[in-house]
C-alpha cells in the first residue's frame, strides 16, 4: 500500500464547475496534510495546508481533512482553465521527521 | 525577495561519473529538503538537512548524499551515475518551524540526464 494515494486523473471538468480532488494516506501518525500545484516543466508550488478536522477555505480553494477514515481533499470552486495542472497531496508526520511524503497527483484538465 | 535558486538547471553525464547538485534556499529558511522527480512519478523524498546537519533520508542508497553549509545552502552529490537516476531534482526550503513543517517552497529543478 502507497503511503499516499491519489487518482491520476485526468479528472476533466467545464469552465465554472467544481473540480473534487481526493486524497489518503496509511500512516494514522500524520499531522500535516497539503496541496500543491504544480503546472507542467514547473515546480510544485503550495495552495493549501490543514492540520486539523474539517474544512478549511482560501478564496475558491477549500481543503477538507478526516483523519478517522485517513481521507484529505481539495475542493475547487467556479473551475478555470488556469487551474489545469497536477495536484499532489502530502501528508508530514511530525516529531522531528519531516519527511513530506508525495502522492502520485491528480491531473486536472478545465475545458472551456 | 529571491527564491530557491538551483544549479544547474540542465546536467548532462555518462554511467560511472558523479553529478553535483547545488541549492540556495530563501533567506530565513535553514532547512532544505532534495526530493528526485523522475518521469511519469511522484516525488520521492530523498533528503532533509538543517542547521548543517543530515535529518532523514529517503529510500535511496548512500551514493546520493549530500550536505548543507554554514549559509544553508546545499549540494547534492550523486556517485556511479545509473541510467535510472535521470529525473528532475527538487530543491525546497522552509522555515522549518512548528505546524508549518511541510510548508516548502520549491526551487525550479535541475535536470539530470544519465547517457
Known amino acids: 500500500q502507497k503511503e499516499v494515494e491519489q487518482n491520476s486523473g485526468p479528472l476533466s471538468v467545464p469552465e465554472g464547475a467544481i473540480a473534487s480532488l481526493n486524497c489518503t494516506y496509511s500512516?494514522?501518525?500524520?499531522?500535516?496534510f497539503f496541496w500543491y500545484r504544480q503546472y507542467s516543466g514547473k515546480s510544485p508550488e503550495l495552495i493549501m495546508s490543514?492540520?486539523?478536522?474539517g474544512d478549511k477555505e482560501d478564496g475558491r480553494f477549500t481543503a477538507q481533512l478526516n483523519k478517522a477514515s485517513q481521507y484529505v481533499s481539495l475542493l475547487i470552486r467556479d473551475s478555470q482553465p488556469s487551474d489545469s495542472a497536477t495536484y499532489l497531496c502530502a501528508v508530514n508526520k511530525e516529531g522531528g521527521y519531516n519527511k513530506l511524503i508525495f502522492g502520485a497527483g491528480t491531473r486536472l484538465a478545465v475545458h472551456p | 525577495e529571491a527564491g530557491v535558486t538551483q544549479s544547474p538547471t540542465h546536467l548532462i553525464k555518462t554511467r560511472g561519473q558523479q553529478a553535483t547538485l547545488r541549492c540556495s534556499p530563501i533567506s530565513g529558511h535553514t532547512s532544505v529538503y532534495w526530493y528526485q522527480q523522475a518521469l511519469g512519478l511522484g516525488l520521492q523524498f530523498l533528503l532533509w538537512?538543517?542547521?548543517?546537519?543530515?535529518?532523514n533520508r529517503g529510500n535511496f542508497p548512500p551514493r546520493f548524499s549530500g550536505r548543507q553549509f554554514p549559509n544553508y545552502s546545499s549540494e547534492l552529490n550523486v556517485n556511479a551515475l545509473e541510467l535510472e537516476d535521470s529525473a528532475l531534482y527538487l530543491c525546497?526550503?522552509?522555515?522549518?518551524?512548528?505546524?508549518?513543517?511541510?510548508?516548502?517552497?520549491f526551487g525550479e529543478g535541475s535536470r539530470l540526464t544519465v547517457l
Open positions: 500512516d494514522r501518525g500524520s499531522q500535516s
Open positions: 490543514i492540520y486539523s478536522n
Open positions: 525546497a526550503s522552509s522555515s522549518n518551524t512548528g505546524d508549518r513543517n511541510g510548508e516548502l517552497f
Open positions: 538537512y538543517d542547521e548543517g546537519e543530515e535529518r
